[in-house]
């Protein structure tokens, strides 16, 4: 058997039966505190001399550096995706036919694993994982594979190495600002207790969590979806999600008593794992803002449902229960010194057709909220032209209805927005169409970008949970890939080479913003222009334009140390 080996960047896809031509990474730079991604391709392939059952090859991949004990590896494993596009989908995908795609990136025991003859893997490799501070300089790191052969009838193995691949990283003397684009992709709790087999707000639910808002973190998200009542998202009407409720609440002689205990607990552990917001679940239902979500409230000694979808989201009842709840709620905000970090949700995705309750129950929130901020997702410029929308976070595709004629704006994307060159993250799709967005938020100044799912691993409405590893569209309710960016493993979870894109995308908005306080604004978007003369949201990059881009962007920031 004969093995090749390629050094790749980080947005090159090696889809299974593929067969590189050549490295196309040989130098790397980034700054101090970033993280940096690459690949090794390996291909094995038969020769003549060749035994009956040489079909593959065990195998060991090693790093040699200085820093090598910052360098994290994974195998880039395939996932089996049988709808990969939508029937509004364009054109800009690596494949749209049903097979296995490399999405999830799995941690090996001594980095150990199996190449078959005729198969391409790939070994994903992630320098500075945690963010750290690097000391500036240029360092060597050279890539080993050997080849593990063990006799069938013993534990002994013979080690051979079978290919190497060196080249340099150079750290710049500089680091990335603190992240000014808020990000937030939406963690479903039910999710996760129903495949790591916990209750939820036990002590091995916390773990686990801690081990997803980590995870989360370190990818460049700064904002995480606080249940402090079951998130009324995605849901059949009379129907409920399983509880995951922060918030303690009593009734007793006719008022409402709130514990924040629990939820303490959680915003501490957040906070501890790097979260700076954290964004408060939806206070009624989604598409309409016509109920309230589902709060258990003790009364006499028992648990009851007190408020969901026998609940009209006018009622006096439910006013007075949300007017004690966001006084007391405020207390606690500030008595704990979280102030500018909460952010409130009213009801997700309002439409025109929602303009009668959606605004009367915005206009109630807004008085009892007051300077704290909120917003929703939408995609009618008539709902944030009426003020019923404070923060408009706009749908990609209609972003063009926003621009320039509201403030603050935040940008977000389902799988739907998959047409017209639009940014998305769809397994099918090439690596730089997630990449290109954090360029795009920092052209247009967006504040802000969301996305539903970083781990909705269950079908349409949630009607039933479903391994992604197993259905990568969610048994065809969605395309793969629409609904999350990591893959369940029980302990925690198994990151997307799509997580890490978009964790790429975010730095290089990072990068741009440092370079804009050494420049000014204007030289950094001539810069951008530049690279990317059609820059927009419909925006069609090829991986050249986008390491151009970020490899000028790294030569000016030097240029001015």
């Known amino acids: 058997m004969k093995i090749n080996v390629y050094l790749l960047n980080v947005l090159d896809t090696v889809l299974d039966g593929d067969k590189p031509r050549c490295d196309t990474l040989k130098y790397a730079k980034m700054l101090r505190n970033e993280a940096f991604s690459f690949e090794l391709a390996v291909l094995v392939s038969q020769t003549e001399s060749d035994g009956l059952w040489d079909d593959k090859m065990e195998l060991r991949v090693t790093v040699e550096s200085e820093i090598k004990d910052v360098i994290s590896v994974y195998t880039l494993e395939n996932v089996p995706c049988t709808r990969v596009g939508y ?13 296995v795609y490399p999405d999830r990136l799995e941690k090996r025991k001594n980095n150990d694993f ?29 890539v080993k594979v050997f080849r593990r052969d063990r006799h069938e009838r013993s534990e002994r193995e013979k080690i051979t190495l079978v290919a190497e691949k060196p080249f340099d990283i150079e750290v710049i003397d500089a680091m990335l600002p603190k992240q000014s684009i808020m990000t937030t992709n939406w963690i479903h709790y039910d999710c996760i207790a129903h495949f790591s087999g916990t209750k939820p707000f036990s002590e091995g639910f916390f773990k686990t969590v801690r081990e997803v808002i980590r995870t989360a973190v370190i990818n460049g998200q700064n904002m995480v979806l606080l249940p402090a009542f079951t998130p009324p998202l995605d849901t059949p009407i009379g129907a409920e999600r399983m509880t995951v409720q922060l918030v303690k609440v009593t009734k007793e002689n006719g008022r409402y008593v709130f514990d924040f205990s629990l939820l303490d607990k959680f915003v501490r552990m957040c906070l501890e794992c790097g979260v700076e917001y ?14 309230a979500p589902k709060i258990i409230v003790r009364e006499k000694g028992k648990s009851v449902k007190m408020f969901g979808w026998k609940t009209d989201s006018r009622s006096e009842e439910y006013k007075t229960f949300l007017t004690a709840y966001i006084t007391e709620l405020k207390k606690y905000i ?39 901020p909120s917003g929703d997702a939408l995609s009618d410029y008539e709902l944030y032209e009426k003020g019923y929308v404070k923060t408009p976070i706009v749908a990609t595709d209609r972003m063009d209805d926003f621009l320039g004629r509201a403030d603050n704006i935040w940008a977000y994307y389902t799988g739907m927005q998959s047409m017209d060159n639009l940014s998305n993250r769809l397994i099918g799709m090439p690596q730089e169409r997630g990449r290109i967005l954090g360029t795009v938020l920092y052209y247009y100044g967006i504040k802000g970008f969301l996305n539903w799912g970083f781990n909705a691993w269950h079908n349409r409405l949630a009607r039933k949970m479903i391994d992604p590893r197993v259905s990568s569209d969610m048994d065809g309710d969605f395309v793969s890939g629409t609904s999350y960016i990591v893959y369940p493993n029980g302990k925690g979870v198994d990151m997307s080479v799509r997580l890490v894109t978009f964790r790429d995308s975010m730095q290089d908005a990072d990068a741009l913003a ?10 950094v978007l001539g810069i951008i222009r530049k690279h990317f003369p059609d820059i927009g949201f419909n925006c069609r990059v090829s991986k050249a334009q986008l390491l151009g881009l970020r490899d000028e962007v790294n030569r ?3 240029e001015e140390l």
């Open 87 to 99: 029937k509004s989908s364009d054109d800009w995908f690596i494949s749209k036919k049903s097979g």
């Open 278 to 291: 954290f964004e408060h679940s939806h206070l009624f239902t989604q598409w309409g803002a016509k109920h």
């Open 514 to 523: 440092l370079l804009e306080s050494m420049t000014g604004r204007e030289n």
């Open 334 to 372: 500030a008595e704990n010194g979280l102030d500018g970090k909460f952010f409130f949700h009213i009801s997700d995705e309002p439409n025109t057709s929602d303009l009668e309750s959606y605004g009367d129950v915005s206009g109630f929130m807004h008085g009892l909220l007051g300077n704290l």
């Open 556 to 558: 000016r920031i030097s």
């Open 114 to 142: 199996t190449a078959p003859i005729g198969h391409a893997r790939s070994v994903f490799f992630t320098l500075n994982e945690e963010k750290s501070d690097l000391e500036p300089g240029k360092y060597p790191v050279t």
